[in-house]
């Protein structure tokens, strides 16, 4: 054969393998929205979740004083868009509640004396506890309080030239004797104190590997689960299995039990690790830790057996896994602020148990929250696990096709 | 239809569609207790479609059975813990060894803690596992697995055994040890349903029924389905079988022909005349086409007749007994 003709017959061989590879993707539906969704998906959210300024985070005011100037001052926070006021608050310990279960990311606390130490013209000192266990929040609400601070420094120099300003008069009427003179107001005597709480270095390590675990459980979870079933469908034990009198719901339990140990055993190995490597500290109980982290890894593997019921072979179910697994990753506050995602990407991300982990194991890791502080996180995911559950054994047909 | 048994597969009217094309096909089919029952018929004939209805695994998309008093598919569930199935490709668990395989078996049929030791015992010893206790699945040999496989079908006592093509790729002997375990079983009152390829297994059975495209084409007891071909088959002998095929091919006498070795069996075509005449007319038409030293003499004829005449179109439905 001429060398001309074995190149023809390897070319032809070549593209008949193309044609039918081609064939195949066309007409494998998983794969094809595997191919375009998956890049789209990536830079849908992407996109829109990488958004490392901080907006709205969720701001509790602790106002002792109870003034005009201080509601200035608090709107004028809020007017950096930085902070949103959710709560008022009494008391620090109702402030450290919310801090510590992660309602809010701040706490503005304006002492009683404020608008003395004000008028007086030294030691007037508003403080902002925050949230440091996400650097990145902590990082957005320092710079926002020095932005604070140089305004106020501003706004004490214009008295000087206008002298009175609205922001004084209520200090005036509240009984003190005269208003600030403009000697007496130097611009270094209001001071904004940032008080980085539970992370004050504001490692980075810290905040990102208690939420790796979250991350890795959720793949490794749902990868176990989602083979679970599409496995026994490609070696041909599920057609012994469905003739035995085993219920759909047993199947589904029995196949998620064993790796409930699996996944504590992950926990404990990354927060080792963590602990060697990192320093990422554990603030809470281990047995706090351990009972939030069973309804995360039961979900997971409801989820993962969902998956297998749906899918037609393992490969397909590796894919759907995939499909949940970018989201929970971009789209929990694994990656960015939950606080600095859009509104409709935070709506995405409150189905996902994986954003309700990382407050549970943030919670407990680093701020040292009782697991009853975190209840709410933890009736989401418990609610995830349910309707995951359900459907999982409500699809899984003891029938042939 | 046979009377008297009890009836523990009554089908009525079972027919599967995949798409367009009827895997089963209108079946009605009746198997008494303690009866081993064959299911005949080539590949695609519908045979393992019609164990997974009648076992509920497969909704039918027309017809219903009751099998052991069990409406299937509404009841299919509660016919599960009195059945036992093999399938056709293994599919106990291959990671597993044979006791483990044999103790997830007997756990998901419910047996108790005690029965599962006796049980588990029994069936090691019974179908020579003890040694493989601990051998992964995946380690046996086509013959043991099919043991292994039995044994796990059986572990819970079912009343129906149910056994698709259960020797398929077995060496002859594995499958003589296989069969004495069937007679064993049904002499115990278990009712086996086994659809098979081998005519030497089939002849076996108390009754056999053939499939075709769904249909069923024959029913009867083996000496029932053998006795309309009495006098159709003829055995040909004399120089080179294979010089024999083609001429006795084209003789309008012969329906098919099959190479024995040097021989040439042969089944003659409805219609045709008596044994000893279609012989010496076969003999002169041979002559005539220059094999003037060949000998034709009646022969006895085998289930593969029966399966070549059905193949031909024949029904043999007229032998049901």
Known sequence: MSALARLRAKLQRTLAIARKEFRQLARDRMTLGFVVGIPSLQLVLFGYAINLDVRQVPTAVLDQSRSAISRKLVAQLEATQTFHVTHDVADEGAAFRLLQSGKVGAVVVVPDDFPRRLQRGRGAIIEILTDASNPTVASAVAAAGQGLDRWLAERLDSFRTAGETPALRPAARDGTARGPTPELVRPGAIRIEVLPLYNPERRTAVFIVPGLVGVILTMTMMLMTALAIVRERERGSFEFLIATPVRSSEVMIGKILPYLLVGHVQVALVLGLGRVLFDVPLHGSPLDLGLGALPFLAAMLALGLLISTAARTQFQAIQMAFFFFLPSMLLSGFMFPFEAMPRPAQWIGQVLPLTHFLRVVRGILMKGAPIEALAAEVWAIVAFLVVALVVATLSFRKRLE | ?321
Request: charged share 25%; proline share 5%.
């Open chain 2, 1 to 321: 239809m046979s009377a008297g048994g009890e009836a523990v597969i009554e089908a009525r009217g079972l027919t599967r569609r995949f798409g367009s094309k009827r895997a089963v096909d209108g079946l009605d089919l009746r198997v008494e207790r303690g009866e081993i029952f064959g299911c005949l018929g080539p590949n695609g004939s519908g045979k393992s479609t019609l164990m997974r209805m009648l076992l509920g695994l497969l909704a039918p998309s027309e017809g219903s059975a009751r099998v052991l008093g069990h409406e299937i598919p509404r009841d299919a569930e509660a016919l599960r813990p009195a059945v036992g199935y093999m399938t056709q490709r293994f599919s106990l668990y291959d990671d597993l060894d044979v006791r483990e395989n044999l103790e997830f078996g007997a756990e998901i049929f419910g047996l108790s803690r005690a029965r599962r030791r006796t049980r588990i015992a029994a069936a090691l010893d019974r179908y020579g596992l003890a040694g493989y206790a601990r051998t992964r699945a995946a380690a046996l040999s086509g013959g043991w697995k099919q043991r292994l496989a039995l044994a796990v079908a059986t572990i819970h006592e079912p009343e129906l055994l149910v056994l698709d093509e259960p020797t398929a790729g077995v060496d002859p002997q594995s499958r003589r040890a296989f069969w004495a375990q069937l007679f064993e079983l049904a002499a115990q009152g278990t009712t086996v349903f086994v659809s098979t390829h081998y005519m030497d297994e089939a002849v076996r059975c108390h009754r056999l029924c053939f499939l075709r495209d769904g249909r069923r084409v024959a029913l009867g007891a083996p000496a029932a389905l053998l006795r309309p071909l009495a006098g159709r088959v003829l055995e040909v002998e004399g120089g080179r079988a294979e010089a024999l095929l083609a001429p006795l091919a084209a003789s309008p006498l012969v329906a098919s022909t099959t190479q024995l070795g040097d021989a040439v069996h042969l089944l003659l075509a409805r219609g045709a005349p008596g044994p000893e005449q279609a012989a010496s007319e076969i003999q002169r038409f041979l002559a005539a086409g220059g094999l003037p030293d060949v000998r034709v003499r009646p022969g006895i004829p085998s289930l593969e007749d029966v399966f070549v005449a059905i193949l031909l179109g024949e029904s043999s439905e007229e032998a049901a007994a």
